[in-house]
């Protein structure tokens, strides 16, 4: 690992460089600095894991440094070091993602502990980039299962962001024709003799063959098939799929057919109503297909996916470090209800396993070796309990870190996205917290936690310092650099400048002026 030492002061930067056998600690030796300038010029064209840096410095003290190092999106790890014990200084490098800190003079046995900790660091973090390669080869084994998982979340209500929607359909690579959709409830008057895994795939497969321009997806639903159609669904359609049924699967069957739905989250909705004009027709119509238009009478559905238990599960694993195995035990146990075909377990067990999967990555906890032992299980329907429960293991271990790494991910992610549109008058703590998929009350809390900062004085702070680099450096008027910054109306920006720094726009460019 290559190691930059930036101190002004010859001796101890000197001292430093001989302090430890530097090989014998896995490290090259490092490369000395007297500046953060000529640092920083170094830095342009090549690259270092970690940068020992001084606070107090001539010109560009360590503070500043750090923060041209983050504008330039240099991540490299960050030690800071100090002759003075100044809290203030040390929570600001804190804020800029520094994580140790060395006070003068340092000992021997210090650095080499410091050093240790910081190879380790980027040492996991090599690690956690292995696996997010390796899963993403694996991607397209599971890709199948998140599809699934996809339309069960929209039949069940919990996908209905739209725009979470929109984007999981251009991961999944689901086209459509036009924003409609409709779906077809399929229900058996008697079951086939051969796998049940296999009668609903032939099912799904002659329905794609009769609808295949709008065709979306299959899957099952309660005790029947919905089909999911883009588009208006034609009655010689579905007299045509009844006959291929009857003639190739040899039995015969019922449709009912719910309303059409302009929005893709609404349907849940339409699978709801062709289920029930399903059912209409098996309490005594002598139709084989029914709109749900068509009739009045409405009943209760009766869900078979234990969807409740899963949210439950799922809530358990994001906000608790603890683990409450009954309740896994009696999820896994229902999945798996003698009541169940072996097929129809396995196809629930592995739509659960895609959704621990997806967690695993959101918290970036390592599942992988855990994850293939489970799906094996599956596979051989044996041990799936005590898989799965190992893996509810790991998720309640790593639940506090990994947690606290997705909050500090999302406020990153607002950060970089100040920094880039500050000038933008419409960017909001609300805009943020859309872009980011959370409410407005909660990224301030994250914010403020992880930054000590408020996010719109984040906002003021980057769009002040963007005006005064600007007051310096340019000779724009003051209108022009309000509205640059962020600023619909100068008057409220030069009251804010001045509130912000003691000095109007004009004072502070007359004082600053290069």
Same mark, same amino acid.
């Given at each position: 690992?290559?190691?930059?030492?930036?101190?002004?002061?010859?001796?101890?930067?000197?001292?430093?460089?001989?302090?430890?056998?530097?090989?014998?600690?896995?490290?090259?030796?490092?490369?000395?600095?007297?500046?953060?300038?000529?640092?920083?010029?170094? $830095?342009?064209?090549?690259?270092?894991?970690?940068?020992?840096?001084?606070?107090?410095?001539?010109?560009?003290?360590?503070?500043?440094?750090?923060?041209?190092?983050?504008?330039?999106?240099?991540?490299?790890?960050?030690?800071?070091?100090?002759?003075?014990?100044?809290?203030?200084?040390?929570?600001? !490098?804190?804020?800029?993602?520094?994580? *140790?800190?060395?006070?003068?003079?340092?000992?021997?046995?210090?650095?080499?502990?410091?050093?240790?900790?910081?190879?380790?660091?980027?040492?996991? *973090?090599?690690?956690?980039?292995?696996?997010?390669?390796?899963?993403?080869?694996?991607?397209?084994?599971?890709?199948?299962?998140?599809?699934?998982?996809?339309?069960?979340?929209?039949?069940?209500?919990?996908?209905?962001?739209?725009?979470?929607?929109?984007?999981?359909?251009?991961?999944?690579?689901?086209?459509?024709?036009?924003?409609?959709?409709?779906?077809?409830?399929?229900?058996?008057?008697?079951?086939?003799?051969? #796998?049940?895994?296999?009668?609903?795939? !032939?099912?799904?497969? $002659? !329905?794609?063959?009769?609808?295949?321009?709008?065709?979306?997806?299959?899957?099952?639903?309660? #005790?029947?098939?919905?089909?999911?159609?883009?588009?208006?669904?034609?009655?010689?359609?579905?007299?045509? $799929?009844?006959?291929?049924? *009857?003639? &190739?699967?040899?039995?015969?069957?019922?449709?009912?057919?719910?309303?059409?739905?302009?929005?893709?989250?609404?349907? =849940?909705?339409?699978?709801?109503?062709?289920?029930?004009?399903?059912?209409?027709?098996?309490?005594?119509?002598?139709?084989?297909?029914?709109?749900?238009?068509?009739?009045?009478?409405?009943?209760?559905?009766?869900?078979?996916?234990?969807?409740?238990?899963?949210?439950?599960?799922?809530?358990?694993?994001?906000?608790?470090?603890?683990?409450?195995?009954?309740?896994?035990?009696?999820?896994?146990?229902?999945?798996?209800?003698?009541?169940?075909?072996?097929?129809?377990?396995?196809?629930? $067990?592995?739509?659960?396993?895609?959704?621990?999967?997806?967690? !695993?990555?959101?918290?970036?906890?390592?599942?992988?070796?855990?994850?293939?032992?489970?799906?094996?299980?599956?596979? #051989?329907?044996?041990?799936?309990?005590?898989?799965?429960?190992?893996?509810?293991?790991?998720?309640?271990?790593?639940?506090? &870190?990994?947690?606290?790494?997705?909050?500090?991910? /999302?406020?990153?992610?607002?950060?970089?996205?100040?920094?880039?549109?500050?000038?933008?008058?419409?960017?909001?703590?609300?805009?943020?917290?859309?872009?980011?998929?959370?409410?407005?009350?909660?990224?301030?809390?994250?914010?403020?936690?992880?930054?000590?900062?408020?996010?719109?004085?984040?906002?003021?702070?980057? =769009? /002040?310092?963007?005006?005064?680099?600007?007051?310096?450096?340019?000779?724009?008027?003051?209108?022009?650099?309000?509205?640059?910054?962020?600023?619909?109306?100068?008057?409220?920006?030069?009251?804010?400048?001045?509130?912000?720094?003691?000095?109007?726009?004009?004072?502070? *460019?007359?004082?600053?002026?290069?």
């Amino acid at each position: 690992m290559k190691i930059m030492i930036v101190e002004d002061e010859v001796s101890i930067r000197e001292g430093l460089a001989q302090m430890i056998d530097w090989g014998e600690e896995r490290f090259e030796q490092p490369i000395l600095f007297e500046g953060a300038i000529e640092a920083l010029q170094y $830095l342009e064209k090549e690259t270092v894991d970690i940068i020992i840096t001084d606070l107090y410095m001539p010109i560009l003290n360590g503070i500043e440094f750090i923060q041209m190092l983050r504008e330039s999106n240099q991540m490299c790890d960050i030690i800071i070091l100090s002759g003075h014990e100044r809290f203030d200084l040390a929570q600001e !490098a804190m804020r800029l993602g520094v994580k *140790r800190y060395l006070l003068k003079p340092v000992s021997a046995e210090k650095l080499r502990q410091i050093l240790q900790e910081v190879r380790h660091d980027i040492e996991e *973090r090599m690690k956690l980039k292995d696996w997010v390669r390796i899963a993403e080869k694996k991607l397209d084994q599971y890709i199948p299962v998140m599809k699934n998982q996809f339309w069960n979340d929209l039949l069940t209500n919990r996908n209905d962001r739209l725009e979470n929607v929109a984007a999981s359909m251009k991961e999944l690579e689901i086209t459509t024709v036009e924003d409609k959709f409709c779906c077809i409830a399929l229900w058996k008057k008697e079951e086939m003799q051969q #796998n049940k895994l296999t009668e609903e795939l !032939a099912l799904q497969q $002659l !329905a794609a063959e009769i609808i295949p321009d709008r065709y979306l997806y299959g899957l099952p639903y309660e #005790n029947m098939e919905i089909f999911i159609i883009n588009g208006d669904v034609r009655r010689d359609k579905i007299e045509i $799929l009844k006959e291929s049924i *009857r003639q &190739n699967l040899n039995i015969e069957v019922y449709f009912g057919i719910g309303t059409t739905v302009e929005d893709i989250t609404e349907v =849940r909705k339409s699978a709801a109503q062709a289920a029930e004009a399903v059912r209409f027709i098996c309490n005594g119509s002598t139709m084989f297909y029914m709109y749900y238009k068509d009739i009045r009478r409405i009943e209760n559905t009766n869900k078979k996916y234990p969807y409740d238990m899963e949210h439950k599960i799922t809530k358990m694993l994001r906000f608790h470090d603890t683990l409450d195995e009954s309740m896994t035990k009696n999820f896994l146990r229902e999945i798996m209800s003698p009541k169940v075909s072996i097929g129809e377990s396995r196809k629930e $067990l592995l739509q659960f396993l895609g959704v621990l999967g997806r967690l !695993a990555d959101e918290f970036g906890v390592e599942i992988l070796k855990e994850f293939e032992d489970t799906e094996q299980a599956i596979t #051989n329907y044996d041990r799936v309990e005590e898989k799965f429960l190992t893996i509810m293991d790991i998720f309640a271990r790593a639940q506090s &870190n990994a947690s606290k790494r997705y909050i500090e991910i /999302m406020v990153e992610e607002a950060k970089q996205k100040i920094e880039k549109e500050y000038s933008d008058p419409g960017l909001t703590v609300a805009s943020l917290a859309g872009h980011i998929g959370v409410t407005p009350n909660y990224l301030s809390r994250i914010f403020g936690s992880i930054t000590g900062r408020t996010c719109m004085e984040y906002i003021t702070d980057t =769009r /002040m310092r963007a005006a005064q680099e600007m007051l310096k450096y340019t000779g724009k008027r003051s209108y022009m650099i309000a509205e640059e910054a962020g600023y619909r109306n100068p008057n409220y920006f030069s009251v804010l400048f001045k509130k912000y720094t003691g000095l109007s726009p004009k004072e502070y *460019r007359e004082r600053n002026a290069s």
